[in-house]
């Protein structure tokens, strides 16, 4: 299975999109936070292209959020890196290359709400990409871990070892995001959160 995340400029299906992150697992492994960070995927955007060659949008709400968000985010997703930064054709062919190597085509692929795969629809409309994932395998994290967990807002406590001491989850971190949402998952506490 995927978990997948993406952070924007906007709420609408033709905004900015600043990066994306997925992670892979296999439930039956019962893979580790670090097992799912040292195999996750990231990549970060160059904005200024998608706002002038893609006539993407940002969202003034968004930017005022992101404003108020930690430095570590902020420097991660938001602020502009020349070093890392590529056209979002460049990311999303490394994204399928990755995706393509755990050779689980008929994979499940979580994401928080659907927004994240919205925007991501729309980037592959308007540039003519084949999916990387067809429509028929997304599913919604809150529904599940709702289903799994007997909960009724898409978060439970996770039961793992040690994971309340593991390295810092930043909320708004696509990497962390992922992590958390796999980790929930796959050891959701039997109780309520």
């Avoid at 959020?65 to 930064?85: E, G, H, T, Y």
């Avoid at 085509?105 to 994401?111: F, Q, R, T, Y």
């Avoid at 289903?147 to 971190?173: A, M, Q, R, S």
Wanted: proline content about 5%.
């Amino acid at each position: 299975m995927f978990v997948f995340d993406v952070e924007t400029l906007g709420k609408e299906s033709n905004s900015v999109m600043l990066s994306m992150a997925a992670v892979y697992f296999d439930p039956t492994t019962n893979p580790s936070p670090d097992d799912l960070r040292n195999g996750s995927f990231f990549v970060k955007f160059d904005v200024e292209d998608q706002i002038k060659r893609l006539n993407r949008k940002v969202g003034k709400t968004t930017m005022q959020w992101w404003s108020k968000q930690c430095d570590n985010v902020r420097n991660k997703s938001f602020k502009p890196n020349p070093a890392i930064d590529v056209k979002f054709e460049t990311g999303y062919e490394a994204m399928r290359e990755w995706a393509k190597t755990k050779n689980d085509s008929k994979c499940w692929v979580w994401a928080r709400g659907n927004l994240d795969q919205l925007i991501l629809d729309s980037f592959e409309e308007q540039l003519e990409i084949q999916p990387i994932w067809p429509f028929q395998r997304w599913r919604d994290v809150r529904t599940g871990i709702d289903f799994l967990h007997g909960t009724t807002n898409g978060y439970v406590n996770v039961e793992y070892p040690g994971f309340d001491k593991f390295l810092h989850i930043t909320k708004h971190d696509p990497v962390d995001d992922c992590i958390l949402d796999a980790m929930q998952l796959m050891y959701g506490a039997k109780e309520n959160a």
